[in-house]
């Protein structure tokens, strides 16, 4: 199993590598849930040495795009590209948020040129909702995506097992899984036994760097905490040796 830090800045990233995961997913506005990183981010991070995949995400909420932001999506893709991404983690659903947008995932994973691309948490709209989890990952094989980040479409993805067992049997092998979604280190067994193959976590702290306002919002930031990643390090090194 890998483990998959999910940062919203340098800092993070370096946290992250120093406590030894295997790979980063870089992004800004964590408590948003993610929004794309910045070129300037994605080159500092990627320099540290551990692979980077970015976030691809215009904005904050639901996951049906206009043409305008994908076509910033794209854009933003090529940039990070350039930065040295060694991949992204992205998604799109229809204009109901009934299914996959697979219009704007196959032109997204174009833009991605052969790198790898992961599938974000917009699955689990659709898996909340009743979606086939075994349909859903043939969906997804057949775009041609290295795998998906979800929680099984529960608010913690230790709830989601059922549906992350699914998932996994359903791509037959031609997914990662990567279960995100509240992971703590105690839930690690238990994501494994379901057939994920990567636990991701932001291991996030706040923290603050003095007085923000008026105008700057609030004085407080998310950041990586190194304990919090040190745990989910040494539950996954436990898988090993069980």
């Known amino acids: 199993m890998l483990l998959e830090i999910a940062v919203g800045d340098v800092e993070g990233a370096r946290v992250a590598r120093e406590s030894r995961a295997d790979r980063i997913e870089l992004s800004q506005a964590l408590p948003l849930g993610g929004l794309t990183p910045s070129p300037g981010q994605a080159e500092l991070a990627?320099?540290?040495?551990?692979?980077?995949?970015?976030?691809i995400r215009p904005r904050g909420g639901g996951f049906a795009y206009s043409a305008a932001e994908v076509a910033?999506?794209?854009r933003d893709i090529e940039a990070l590209t350039d930065a040295g991404a060694a991949g992204f983690v992205l998604g799109a659903l229809d204009a109901e948020s009934a299914g996959l947008d697979r219009q704007t995932l196959r032109l997204l994973i174009r833009a991605a040129e052969g790198r790898a691309v992961l599938v974000h948490r917009c699955v689990d709209v659709l898996l909340a909702a009743g979606y086939d989890p075994a349909v859903l990952a043939g969906e997804l094989a057949d775009l041609g995506v290295a795998g998906v980040l979800t929680s099984g479409g529960a608010p913690r993805a230790l709830e989601g097992v059922p549906v992350l067992s699914a998932l996994a049997e359903g791509s037959e092998g031609r997914l990662e899984i990567v279960?995100?979604?509240?992971?703590?280190?105690?839930h690690v067994h238990a994501l494994a036994d379901a057939g994920a193959h990567a636990v991701h976590l932001s291991a996030a702290t706040s923290a603050r760097s003095g007085p923000a306002g008026p105008g700057g919002g609030t004085d407080e930031y998310m950041t990586?905490?190194?304990?919090?990643?040190?745990?989910?390090?040494?539950?996954?090194?436990?898988?090993?040796?069980r």
């Open 72 to 74: 910033a999506m794209v």
């Open 46 to 55: 990627t320099a540290l040495g551990v692979p980077v995949r970015a976030l």
């Open 179 to 186: 279960a995100g979604g509240g992971v703590r280190p105690e």
């Open 224 to 241: 990586t905490g190194p304990a919090r990643v040190a745990a989910a390090r040494a539950a996954v090194d436990d898988l090993a040796v």
